[in-house]
C-alpha cells in the first residue's frame, strides 16, 4: 500500500507548546498541535488503517529476538507504521535499546562477564561500558525462574548472532530504510526508569532528546513518539527540556511497582483531565481497556478510550501477541479489530505486525 506525507507549510514555531510556569498550559495552541497531530497521524498511515497506526513492539519480536537490528529491519518490512525502542544507558553515557535495566534475561552477559553481577544478583546495563556490551550476544527472552525461553514457538535462544544496539544504530538503520524505500515509518522510544538512572547519575532523559534532536526530530511534525510510565519525565520534557514531540503517559498496573504512580488514578476522568495538561496520548494495557467478558461470552469494555478522546488524549495500548491471546480469544484477527474498528484506539503495540496489517487490509 502506498503512503502519503503530510507536511504543513506553515510557521511551527507560533504553534510550539509553551506554557507560563505557574498557570502552565495555552489551551487553544495545545488544541491545535493535538489536531496537527492527528491530522499528520492519517495522512502519514497506509491509505487503508484509517489513520490509524501499528507500533512495532520492541520491532519485530515475534520472529526475532527483541530490539537487534534484524528485527527492526524485520518490522519496517512487515509494514510498520512506527517502531519502538527501549532506552536505557551505559556506564560511558551512551544510549542503548534495551527493554530492561538489566541485561541478563536477553544476553549472555553472565557467561561474558561473571562475577560482574551487582548484591542483588542482577547484571545492569549501568554498570557496562558500551564497549563490553558490544562483545555480548543478545538472544530471545527467557525466563529467569525457569531458565526456558519466554515464548517457546518464536527464534531460538542463543541460536545466530545478535547484538544490543544503540539508539543512534537504530535511528540510522530506519532513517536509511525510509531513504531507500520512499517511506516515514517512525520511531516510538520509552525513556525506562529514568527516576532510577537520575539516581545513579545519569541524565536518560536529557541524553535521549538530545539524540532525538541531533537527527531530526524536534516538532511535532516529527514521526516520533516519546513515551514514559513516570508522569514526572513527561513533565519535564514538556515543561523544562521544551520538547514539542507528543508525549505518551504510559499506563501499568500498580503492583507492576513500575513508578511511585497511582496508574489506578490516572484512569479516572480527572486523571486523564491532568495527563491532558502535559501529555499527547495514552498508552494503557489492554486489560484495561477490555476488563473481561460477561455472561454471553461477549467483552466488557471500560470507558477510557472515551474517556480519553473526551480530553484529547490518543489511545495506543499494549501489547497485541498472536501466541499470547487472552483467554476466551480464539482468533488474533478478532481481537486487533475490536480494539481498532469497535472500540476504537489510535494504534496500538503488537509483537506480529504483519498479522496486524492484515487485519487493517480486510
Known amino acids: ?18 506554557r507560563r510556569k505557574k498557570d502552565g498550559i495555552d489551551r487553544a495552541r495545545r488544541r491545535f498541535l493535538r489536531l496537527l497531530i492527528a491530522v499528520t497521524l492519517v495522512w502519514n498511515a ?36 512506527y517502531i519502538e525502542q527501549d532506552v536505557v544507558m551505559t556506564k560511558d553515557n551512551r544510549v542503548i535499546v534495551l527493554h530492561d535495566t538489566r541485561l541478563e534475561t536477553t ?9 560482574r553481577a551487582k548484591a542483588d544478583g542482577h547484571f545492569y546495563a549501568i554498570d557496562f561500558t558500551l564497549a563490553e556490551i558490544k562483545k555480548l550476544n543478545a538472544s530471545e527472552r527467557i525466563s529467569l525462574k525457569t531458565g526456558q525461553q519466554v515464548f517457546s514457538g518464536r527464534f531460538p535462544a542463543h541460536q545466530s548472532r545478535f547484538y544490543v544496539p544503540t539508539l543512534r544504530e537504530e535511528i ?6 525510509n531513504r531507500t524505500f520512499g517511506k516515514n515509518v517512525g520511531i516510538y522510544v520509552e525513556v525506562k526508569a529514568p527516576a532510577w538512572h ?8 536529557a541524553k535521549t532528546l538530545e539524540i532525538l534532536r541531533e537527527y531530526g526530530y524536534d516538532n511535532a511534525q516529527s514521526a516520533c513518539f516519546i513515551q514514559c510510565f513516570e508522569p514526572a519525565t513527561l513533565k519535564r520534557l514538556r515543561f523544562e527540556l521544551k520538547t514539542a514531540l507528543p508525549l505518551i503517559q504510559l499506563i501499568g498496573e500498580n503492583s507492576w511497582n513500575v513508578s511511585e ?7 479516572t476522568p480527572e486523571g486523564l483531565k491532568k495527563i491532558a495538561a502535559y501529555a499527547d496520548g495514552i498508552g494503557p494495557w489492554f486489560k484495561h481497556i477490555v476488563t ?15 474517556n480519553a478522546h473526551a480530553v ?8 497485541f501477541r498472536a501466541d499470547q491471546l487472552p483467554m476466551q480469544v480464539n482468533s488474533y484477527r478478532t481481537f486487533v479489530r475490536l480494539f481498532l474498528f469497535r472500540i476504537g484506539v489510535d494504534g496500538l503495540f503488537t509483537d506480529h505486525t504483519d498479522l496486524t496489517r492484515a487485519a487493517f487490509d480486510e
Open 172 to 177: 540510522e538503520l530506519i532513517q536509511g530504510l
Open 292 to 306: 473481561g467478558v460477561n455472561a454471553n461470552n461477549q467483552p466488557q469494555i471500560s470507558d477510557l478510550v472515551a
Open 312 to 319: 484529547g488524549l490518543l489511545v495506543h495500548p499494549y501489547t
Open 198 to 205: 537520575q539516581k545513579q547519575g545519569k541524565d536518560l532523559t
Open 107 to 115: 544476553t549472555n552477559i553472565a557467561d561474558i562477564f561473571p562475577g
Open 1 to 18: 500500500m502506498t503512503s502519503l506525507t503530510f507536511t504543513y507549510a506553515g510557521s511551527l514555531k507560533q504553534f510550539t507548546m509553551t
Open 261 to 267: 504512580t497511582d496508574y489506578r488514578k490516572l484512569q
Open 46 to 81: 497506509p491509505l487503508f488503517s484509517g489513520g490509524k497506526i501499528i507500533i512495532a513492539h520492541r520491532a519485530a519480536s515475534g520472529y526475532l529476538p527483541e530490539h537487534t537490528l534484524p528485527a527492526v529491519a524485520l518490522a519496517f518490512a512487515l509494514g510498520a507504521d
